[in-house]
């Protein structure tokens, strides 16, 4: 029996922009993407038979049919083939209900998996289309580094990498579960919108600062009450400490703020650890190169 282990990467949203509601009943969006070094690890094991997922470090929801499972089903069904025994165990260290993308990356990561172990010779691009009919955010987890994600996500262009920095990542005690958010959305002001063209632009000039000022996520604008409150009081904080700019990450609750280097971020990463335990420390990760 074969064993594979990857690790798996989150992401942060350095804009997110929502364009409407489609008549398929998701939300067109447009969006700056970006992998951080923050993540699980996910190891896929050969088996006799049936398919089993192991869940350490964290106790997840889970529906009768996971999104794992989901995808070793449309990844064998792509190459016309019965799906072998599996089992896929997550070590969990990225948090759940957070807007990291936690859950696409270690649907990403078995994708990624059992490419390696079944079909080697498969290209990014279908592997990418797989990934697009599991979840949306798969795709870019399989992908990595710095993207334009348009659609529902899943059509995605390369951008300039994002340059050195570091990221602090803040999550509150509360989740916020992506459907919720969304259901908010519709028919609502969502206020100023975020400049993904001029960020995109910013990435190309490898201008920080011009990225960092251009930091914005359109669902902050749909926080109610104690959601709203808990986000600001981050976002203030990232910022009286030194923070080029903050936002909060996809559906969140999680804010990250943009530093220059570790160092600058060290001081107010140790502050908000103390108060908030869910606070990474974390970097810029590239697009990828495995899959080339």
Do not use: W
Request: aromatic share 6%; hydrophobic share 40%; proline share 5%.
């Amino acid at each position: 029996m074969r064993t594979i282990a990857l690790e798996t990467y989150a992401k942060v949203n350095l804009a997110l922009d929502i364009l409407g509601r489609r008549e398929d009943g998701y939300h067109d969006m447009y969006m700056v993407m970006q992998t951080i070094s923050l993540g699980d690890t996910v190891t896929v094991t050969e088996t006799a038979e049936g398919f089993a997922l192991l869940v350490e470090g964290e106790t997840l929801p889970r529906d009768s049919k996971s999104m794992e499972q989901q995808a070793a089903e449309t990844f064998f069904r792509a190459l016309g083939r019965p799906v072998p025994g599996l089992e896929v165990r997550l070590e969990k260290r990225v948090p759940a209900y957070a807007g990291l993308g936690g859950g696409s990356a270690d649907v990403a990561a078995v994708l990624r998996c059992l490419r390696n172990l079944y079909c080697p010779e498969m290209s990014r691009l279908e592997l990418e289309t797989i990934g697009a009919r599991v979840g949306s955010d798969v795709a870019f987890c399989l992908r990595g580094g710095t993207c334009l994600a348009q659609g529902r996500g899943e059509r995605l262009t390369d951008l300039s990498p994002l340059p050195e920095c570091a990221f602090v990542l803040c999550k509150p005690s509360f989740g916020l579960p992506t459907p919720a958010l969304f259901a908010r959305v519709d028919n609502q002001d969502l206020g100023p919108r975020p400049d993904v063209d001029g960020m995109a632009a910013a990435l190309e000039r490898g201008d920080l600062s011009a990225v960092a000022a251009r930091l914005g996520n359109v669902f902050e604008a749909v926080l109610a009450g104690e959601e709203a409150e808990a986000v600001a009081a981050i976002k203030r904080t990232l910022l009286r400490r030194g923070a080029m700019g903050a936002a909060m990450s996809g559906s969140g609750p999680t804010v990250f703020g943009i530093f220059p280097n570790r160092a600058a971020a060290r001081g107010v990463y140790g502050d908000l650890i103390a108060r908030y335990p869910q606070t990474y420390l974390v970097s810029p990760v590239k697009k990828f190169r495995e899959l080339e």
